[in-house]
Every structure is written in C-alpha cells, then in structure tokens.
C-alpha cells in the first residue's frame, strides 16, 4: 500500500528518529530523512556527535531505502534559542533549551522548510502522542498526550508547539516501549540499535557545562550565605548553579558546617549572593505555590479555575496536584496539594488532565 502523501522525518542520528522513518516507510508513505545541524561554534569530535551522526543517519536511510538531506539550522538557533539561553543565565535563572529548541527549530524551522519541500506532514522521533478531536462547533482540536511509554514521554518538552504545529506533526513512536523500539531497529538491521540516548543540550553535548558557559558568561563571584547572613563561601558567579544543586557548591568539609549536606536555595541577584542551606528537606526547598509567564497552551484554551490538574515542575518527574488561579492574564498562578522540592525559575511549568497536555509557561 502506498500514499501519495509525503512525510519529512526529521533524523538525528538515534535510534528513536530512525524507527519513527522505518515505521512511516513500511506504512507506505513517501518519507524523506532531514539532517539538522544547529550547533556550528566549536563542532568538534570531542564533544558535539555531529560528524558520526550524519553518518549513522546516511547509513539508516541506505537500509530503508529514502532519501536524506542536510539543512542546517545554526543561524536561526542561535538567534531564537542560544541567544534567549544565554539571556537567561546572565539573569540568574535556569532555562530548559530543549523546550525552546522544540518550539523554535524542531517544530517551526524544520517545519517550514519541509512545507516547502512539498510535504504535507513531518514526524520526529518525540515519545508523545497527538490525537485529533472535535471541539463543540465542529472544529478540529489537536491533542498532545503522554506517550504509551511513561518512562520515556517527553510531552513536557513539547507543550509549547500550537494547534498548527500540531495538526501537521507525527510521533510514530507514541505507541511503543523503547524495548521495542530497538528490537525493531534490531531486526531491520539498523546499524544504530544499540545506539547510546543522547543527553545533554544538544549543543553542549557531553562537555562539562560550567566550562562551556565560562566561554559565554563572565564569572561574577560573590559571597555564600545562609539565610540568616552567615557568609559560608564564595560563588564563581550565580549563573554558575542551580536551585536544588548539591554536587559543586564546593562547601565540603568547612569548619562549623559538618552534617547534612549543602544545597543551593536561592539567588540574590541584586546582591550577587548564593543563597545556601543545610538538608535536603530544608524548608526554603519547599514551595507550595509557584507563579508562571510566557504561557503557552499547546490545547488551544487556557486551564480552568474550577479544575484540578496534575503539574511536572521539571521532567522525568510525577505528576503533582495542584490547582490554578488568575487564568486568562498572566502570571498564572500554581498551588500544589504537597510542597515540591527545587522549583527553579527559568524552568517550565507544564499542566496535564490525566495523560492529556495542556500547556505551561516558565517559573518565575
């Protein structure tokens, strides 16, 4: 069986994209591999995979028999992701580029260009479902919903995508376990089935990050504290750690401070101080509430008051009760039924019924 219809996978490499294409391929479609290079700096072997990802890719769209081309998207990730990154940092906070990369180059540069390259749809290898639905009025809505594969759902990155991103989008993967997603890749004969997930940002890599964002960032030291002012140590420069962090502070074994370990609880930007405290359940760990701008409702209509919803203040995390206000405007307001341990501004709030996506917006 064969359709007309022609799908863009947009590869990188790994195995979850190379599936997504073989899977679209088997199905009948006309399916072309893109090849995105976003990162040009420094993209050297060391670090950035690049070179033997294009080359794993090539290998993949040989065995299953479609066309691959390369596009690369360094400029405009630069300028609408590593550029908003950066701002970000400087300012204290702890941004989740993987979200914004989704939103800006994934879903709306690629996008675009496969639009022009006369496809009617493109497909990644995202663990996340869409469904169509139809709204009172008789309209159709796009539904983002979690993948079947709890352990590997990546909607949290995703949830900033729009209806129109949406209607044209395929995760081929949404249904399967990442067990049988490499046995296939196994049984085809892909060369990558046994390939390492990534991790990182795409374009650190494996790198150590302070030193990565050193090259970017000045080192602005200033004083440790704890929050009754007692000075404890020196930060390199508040960009430099994360609320929640515990590995790095470098405040191990100082005299008077033996016991539970030392977190990160806070910045002081206006200061330059490193808020620290002792124990993991330390109380200024702890936030009940948590307030949300730059919303965006990938189910095209904002959450209700009325409504209760489950909230992942960061990925790979369970869902947390919780209740919204001031709906409609911004901020929004979030208050969790339990406490939730390192709520970190920068980071994304994202609202879901069940296994359906709402939507979110970054902490603040």
Not at 8 to 26: E, F, N, T
Not at 210 to 231: I, V
Not at 321 to 348: H, I, M, R, Y
Request: hydrophobic share 40%.
């Amino acid at each position: 069986m064969t359709h007309s219809e022609k799908i863009i996978v947009g590869m990188s490499g790994g195995v979850d994209s190379s599936v997504s294409a073989l899977l679209l391929k088997r199905q009948g479609f006309e399916v072309l591999g893109l090849f995105m290079k976003n990162w040009e700096d420094d993209d050297d072997d060391e670090y950035c995979s690049t070179r033997q990802d294009l080359i794993d890719c090539a290998s993949v769209a040989d065995i299953i028999g479609i066309d691959l081309e390369v596009v690369n998207f360094a400029a405009e990730y630069k300028d609408r992701v590593f550029s908003a990154f950066l701002a970000e940092y400087a300012a204290g906070r702890t941004p989740n580029p993987d979200v914004l990369c989704n939103a800006e180059i994934k879903f709306r540069a690629f996008l675009d260009h496969a639009m022009k390259l006369g496809a009617q749809r493109i497909a990644t290898g995202h663990y996340a479902k869409v469904r169509k639905a139809l709204k009172d009025d008789g309209t159709a809505r796009f539904e983002l919903l979690k993948a079947a594969d709890r352990s590997k759902d990546q909607s949290y990155f995703l949830h900033r995508l729009d209806q129109s991103q949406l209607s044209r989008v395929l995760f081929p993967l949404g249904e399967l376990k990442k067990t049988e997603v490499r046995r296939m890749a196994e049984e085809a004969g892909l060369p990558n089935f046994a390939k390492r997930d990534s991790t990182g940002i795409c374009f650190i890599g494996e790198r150590p990050f302070r030193e990565f964002l050193n090259r970017y960032l000045p080192r602005k030291p200033g004083p440790m504290r704890t929050p009754e002012g007692r000075a404890v140590g020196e930060h390199i420069g508040l960009s430099f750690y994360t609320i929640g962090q515990r590995k790095g502070i470098g405040l191990g074994g100082i005299r008077g401070a033996e016991g539970e370990p030392w977190y990160v609880a806070a910045k002081d930007v206006a200061k330059n101080e490193l808020i620290v405290v002792q124990g993991h359940e330390h109380p200024l760990l702890l936030r009940r509430s948590l307030e949300a701008r730059d919303l965006a409702w990938v189910s095209g209509e904002t959450p209700s008051p009325d409504l209760r919803y489950g909230a992942k203040t960061r990925y790979r995390q369970a869902d947390a009760n919780c209740s919204v206000t001031c709906v409609g405007g911004e901020p929004l307001k979030v208050d969790f039924d339990v406490p939730q341990w390192a709520v970190t501004p920068g980071q994304s709030v994202v609202l879901y019924q069940g296994e359906l996506c709402l939507g979110g917006g970054v902490i603040q």
